[in-house]
């Protein structure tokens, strides 16, 4: 059921906004024209912590992308006779205003990118290197060039660019310059123009590879230009707003979006885990897009800052958050945007106008004497908070709208380039991940006869619209498993329809635990109901083919030390005390959920002290936890827990 077809409308909605147009786009590098007429000495990127910090104008990005492109055409990108799909040069590297210049001057000059990031293992690099087929390779830095050496050698490439000014070593079998070296080659020979369409691939995105080789995930201009066209119903920018970029630039989320700001005139500043706290309170962003475990850091850090006010004050604060939360309800229910109940009756709305009117003062009140500087921990300017890669958990979701927080939620895949849904400011359906995207169709089909399923009725999340991927590359059966023949792509993700299409998500089909009694357990929902618990700071379920469901838990040393009063060195995680405390959250977590069923319950649980983090290999680089490889890492834990062991 497809909605909002934006092509009837388009020309009304950017006049109405002040929204520049990319309709007739026909390649994503062209926009760059576009944009540096439109906005020309607006400033583009902000790099504060690159050495030296860079600040370009659009004006200036546009010249350096030009300058990029033509220096690749001078290298020379010599086209595969017997391949009809563009060059392919590999970038890896990592967010900073040169991936941009690189990125979009790969492009420029006639040629695709293979992306990865410059931290990933060497083997997976390798594997990319080879897979796509790439002539040429942009890489972040020395560094990074060794760690993939000799085998970088031996690969068929024609040349090699440091996104540094590091000196490069002659290396006989492969010419490699850095960047300097490479925009002083492009100062003497003019850009040649590439005839690009819509069709032609732009990007190649590797896939994780959890079971088995990456795939390459074939995006299109035509994909990606969707994306900016159709995003404007999301999210209307004012040029020069501020962003911040913290996600990976290599990855689709993070990748259109910074694409759609930058061609609405907005200021992007790079950041990073260490300078976010820093570069909020700075730059003072109107828009940062980001993934639930960085909206979780950011309220974690509010909840220590509550925990070291007075106890008077932090009874004020809970008081006052308690009042409010009721008073969210109430506005949601009259609303209609209450999802335990899209249809109250007109009682129920009576009921909720009358709490409203009620506890407004006090709510107000609250905003004025605490939610106001807890808005100053984003700057105190955003205008809408974007989240995707995962679902957002209830506790958040209520509490950045009760301090006045706006948070759009979306979805997507890498191989929907990557926005499905998403919410709108004036219908942000909390719980749900918004209606479809224009051009865009949902269905909910059976899991086993992959027959449609009426609307509230839960099964597998089917999608069709022209931002899905063109397939994977050189695997086309994986492609045919993942694309039918009338174009449905199959997400592999659980979820319902609510009567006016918007996209609720419950799980993962590959995440789903079964239970020696048949029971099927969805873990996010329960994970995301325990992570309210002050004491969790990271939980994963297990119970494959057991009698009851498990839990491996990173506790929150610092609520912890607080708690126990005694120094996070002098905490026994296997003492009865410590034990106890955490029973009583997580049965009082999983039991206050919407849904709750005896199967839900975590019967036995394990508390691990290390973190899971991108750098240990437990979290992918969007934050989500790699299931797989922390079951693998800790399968003596869970069997022991179980009784196994």
Avoid at 238 to 255: E, M, N, Q, Y
Avoid at 311 to 326: T, Y
Wanted: proline share 4%.
């Amino acid at each position: 059921m497809a909605i909002d077809n934006y092509s009837f409308s388009q020309t009304e909605q950017y006049q109405m906004t002040g929204l520049v147009s990319y309709a007739e786009l026909q390649s994503l590098p062209a926009m760059w024209h576009i944009a540096a007429k439109q906005f020309k000495d607006v400033i583009a990127l902000i790099d504060p912590h690159a050495k030296p910090q860079v600040t370009l104008t659009y004006e200036q990005l546009y010249y350096q992308i030009q300058q990029f492109a033509t220096g690749i055409q001078v290298l020379g990108i010599t086209q595969d006779t017997e391949d009809s799909v563009l060059p392919r040069i590999a970038l890896f590297a990592d967010n900073s205003a040169r991936w941009m210049v690189a990125d979009q001057g790969i492009m420029m000059a006639g040629a695709a990118n293979a992306v990865r990031s410059s931290a990933a293992d060497k083997e997976e690099l390798l594997y990319i290197l080879e897979h796509s087929g790439s002539v040429g390779l942009v890489v972040e830095n020395i560094k990074t060039l060794k760690k993939l050496e000799p085998e970088v050698y031996s690969a068929n490439l024609q040349w090699i660019v440091l996104l540094s000014d590091e000196e490069v070593q002659i290396n006989p079998s492969v010419k490699i310059i850095n960047y300097n070296q490479l925009m002083q080659l492009a100062s003497s020979s003019t850009l040649k123009d590439v005839k690009l369409d819509r069709d032609q691939l732009a990007t190649l995105i590797y896939t994780s590879g959890t079971t088995g080789k990456p795939k390459g995930v074939m995006l299109t201009h035509g994909n990606i230009i969707h994306q900016l066209n159709t995003l404007t119903s999301i999210i209307q920018p004012a040029v020069g707003d501020k962003t911040l970029s913290i996600l990976p630039t290599w990855h689709s989320f993070g990748r259109v979006g910074e694409y759609y700001t930058l061609s609405q005139g907005c200021t992007q500043v790079y950041t990073n885990r260490r300078y976010l706290k820093q570069d909020l309170q700075e730059y003072k962003p109107q828009y940062v897009v980001g993934v639930p475990r960085l909206w979780e850091s950011i309220y974690e850090g509010i909840q220590k800052s509550f925990r070291d006010k007075s106890p008077r004050m932090q009874k004020l604060i809970n008081n006052f958050l308690a009042v409010s939360g009721r008073f969210i309800k109430a506005v949601r229910t009259w609303k209609g945007l209450d999802l335990q109940n899209l249809n109250p009756t007109r009682a129920q709305i009576m009921n909720a106008w009358t709490t409203t009117i009620l506890l407004a003062p006090l709510h107000f009140l609250g905003e004025m004497i605490v939610y106001k500087k807890i808005q100053q921990a984003t700057g105190g300017n955003v205008k809408q908070l974007i989240c995707g890669g995962g679902s957002l958990a209830q506790h958040l979701e209520e509490f950045f709208e009760i301090v006045g927080i706006n948070i759009l939620v979306g979805y997507g895949l890498t191989e929907t380039s990557p926005v499905l849904s998403a919410r709108r400011h004036y219908k942000n359906l909390r719980g749900s991940s918004g209606k479809p995207i224009a051009g865009t169709e949902f269905k909910i089909v059976d899991l086993e006869t992959r027959q449609t399923l009426a609307p509230k009725q839960k099964g597998l999340v089917m999608a069709r619209g022209p931002q899905v991927m063109k397939g994977y590359y050189l695997n086309p059966e994986a492609t045919r498993k993942a694309i039918d023949n009338e174009g449905w792509f199959d997400t592999g993700d659980i979820g319902w329809l609510t009567p006016d299409n918007q996209i609720v998500l419950t799980g993962r089909a590959k995440d789903t635990i079964v239970l020696t009694n048949g029971e099927n357990i969805e873990p996010q929902p329960i994970e995301d109901a325990c992570l309210r618990s002050d004491y969790i700071d990271q939980i994963m379920l297990v119970g494959q083919d057991e009698k009851f469901l498990g839990a491996l838990i990173v506790p929150n040393m610092e609520a912890l030390e607080a708690k126990l009063n005694q120094p996070v060195e002098n905490i026994d995680l296997n003492s009865k005390a410590v034990r106890d405390l955490f029973r009583e959250e997580l049965n009082r977590e999983t039991r206050n959920r919407p849904g709750y069923r005896r199967d839900d319950e975590i019967l036995v649980f394990d508390l691990i002290p290390d973190s899971f983090t991108i750098e240990n290999g437990l979290l992918t680089q969007t934050l989500k936890i790699r299931r797989n490889v922390v079951m693998e890492r800790y399968q003596d834990v869970i069997r022991k827990m179980f009784g196994n062991g």
